[in-house]
């Protein structure tokens, strides 16, 4: 018997993007659309593809109406959706070879492609990008703990090969607005609950290591101007998040007479670091072997 697939979207005031992404996904044998209140057009366009549509307060944890759009769907697989996602047709014709087949496997990572200020975002930490989206009823939901945490599920799960399309950051105010509603908030706290102890000089560490790994480590230089302007952007994101995690603590007051001294020593050793991602990237890149040599020296230096 063919195994029917329901699709889950939980959307608040999403008028501009939710009609192409419920448009992607008609070939679902069910459509279950969580509604978080809209004040828009929302509704009023899933209305033309689903009446299976369900209000609730909109809530900043947003993963808790996925969970109880999860527990409203009545077939034997689910697909988790956001408004700003697409399914295209290769990817479509995958899950459902998956789905009809008689495969052991509960759960399926599906890679996501972030379009971010226009462009396909290759690198910098976006890409593969791989969502657990697909899994069978019963098996999986979100812990409910933390605005960028995955579903869980009870069971052995795989990757698909189809890219989902995620229609990601659009506009400078759209990212900054994002970080002070959800994200900052969310991470903040997270740190806080997990034990972390402050220390001024994570105002210097936490930009540059999240700077480090998306630039160098995930290799965002390769996305260009995007890839530089990405890394900044998150390295900007965690300075905020330190910041936060300061108000949290009532402004604490550091009266270090050494604070002039080791500021400049975390500095100067974090100059040490780009020099050395600078270096060993460039390294990598040259197909001079002369150069090569030359540059394998100046990192013997740093």
Same mark, same amino acid.
């Given at each position: 018997?063919?195994?029917? /697939? ?6 608040? &005031?999403?008028?501009? +993007?939710? =009609? ?10 069910? $459509?279950? %659309? ?9 509704? =009023? ?26 527990? !409203? ?6 697909? &988790? ?13 995958? $899950? ?35 969502? #657990?989206?697909? %899994? ?10 933390? /605005?960028?945490?995955?579903?869980? /599920? ?19 105010? =759209?990212?900054? =607005? ?5 994200? /900052? ?7 806080? +609950? ?21 630039? %160098?480590?995930?290799?965002?230089? +390769?996305?260009?101007?995007?890839? #530089? ?12 998040? %330190? ?25 100067? !050793? ?18 001079? #072997?002369?150069? +090569? ?10």
């Amino acid at each position: 018997m063919k195994a029917k /697939v329901s699709v889950v979207i939980s959307a608040c &005031n999403e008028e501009k +993007k939710i =009609q192409d992404c419920l448009e992607s996904v008609k070939w679902a044998e069910e $459509i279950i %659309f969580i509604d978080n209140s809209s004040t828009d057009k929302t509704v =009023q366009i899933a209305k033309k593809y689903t009446s299976k549509i369900f209000t609730r307060p909109n809530n900043q944890m947003l993963n808790i109406n996925k969970n109880y759009g999860f527990l !409203k769907a009545t077939h034997d697989w689910i697909l &988790n959706l956001d408004a700003d996602e697409r399914v295209l047709p290769q990817l479509a014709e995958e $899950i459902k070879k998956i789905t009809d087949s008689p495969d052991k496997k509960v759960g399926y990572w599906i890679p996501r492609k972030n379009i971010i200020f226009g462009k396909w975002i290759e690198h910098t930490g976006w890409y593969p990008d791989y969502q #657990l989206r697909l %899994f069978k009823k019963g098996v999986g939901q979100f812990p409910e703990e933390h /605005v960028h945490e995955m579903i869980k /599920v009870s069971g052995e799960t795989e990757y698909l090969k189809e890219n989902l399309i995620h229609y990601n950051y659009e506009t400078v105010p =759209q990212f900054l =607005q994002k970080l002070e509603d959800i994200y /900052v908030p969310n991470e903040s706290e997270q740190l806080i +609950k997990d034990g972390y102890i402050f220390n001024y000089l994570d105002a210097i560490r936490f930009p540059l290591k999240e700077f480090l790994s998306r630039f %160098f480590a995930r290799e965002g230089y +390769k996305d260009g101007f995007h890839g #530089l302007m990405l890394s900044l952007f998150m390295s900007f994101y965690h300075f905020i998040v %330190f910041a936060s995690i300061w108000e949290k603590q009532k402004f604490k007051d550091i009266s270090n007479k050494n604070l002039l001294t080791e500021a400049e020593e975390e500095i100067k !050793k974090s100059y040490k670091e780009i020099m050395f991602w600078f270096l060993t990237k460039k390294r990598e890149d040259t197909k001079n #072997l002369v150069k +090569k040599t030359w540059l394998r020296l100046k990192l013997k230096f740093i």
